[in-house]
């Protein structure tokens, strides 16, 4: 079983970065793929980036495009999301999750992750 915890979330003013950091226990992640998802209050979950298991092939919703970077590494079985030039509207719980296939590709639909983490609360004052 993988259990997934996020950190790295806070208070931050707008324009400022935040780097959230996603950590893998249980066994390795690094055969899946992996997703950053976020939920504003009153909204629906959506999705923010994803990396493939190699690193090599990585996806962004256009709202963050040009201003994350989503990034892994398998030798501490850890992903990390920078976010840089936050907005007041980046404010959301953060959710790490990994697909539950090995070498699948990435996709961006829930349906796809099998095991999530307990989220991170992102805030950014204007």
């Known amino acids: 079983q993988v259990q997934l915890v996020e950190s790295g979330g806070g208070l931050v003013q707008a324009g400022g970065s935040l780097r959230l950091s996603c950590a893998a226990s249980g066994r390795t992640v690094s055969r899946n793929a992996i997703g950053w998802f976020r939920q504003a209050p009153g909204k629906e979950r959506e999705f923010v980036a994803g990396?493939?298991?190699?690193?090599?092939?990585?996806a962004y919703a256009d709202s963050v495009m040009g201003r994350s970077t989503i990034s892994r590494d398998n030798a501490k079985n850890t992903v990390y999301l920078q976010m840089n030039s936050l907005k007041p509207e980046d404010t959301a719980v953060y959710y790490c999750a990994a697909q539950s296939s090995w070498y699948s590709g990435l996709v961006r639909a829930e349906s796809a992750y099998a095991y999530w983490g307990q989220g991170t609360q992102v805030t950014v004052s204007s």
């Open positions: 990396i493939n298991w190699s690193g090599g092939g990585t």
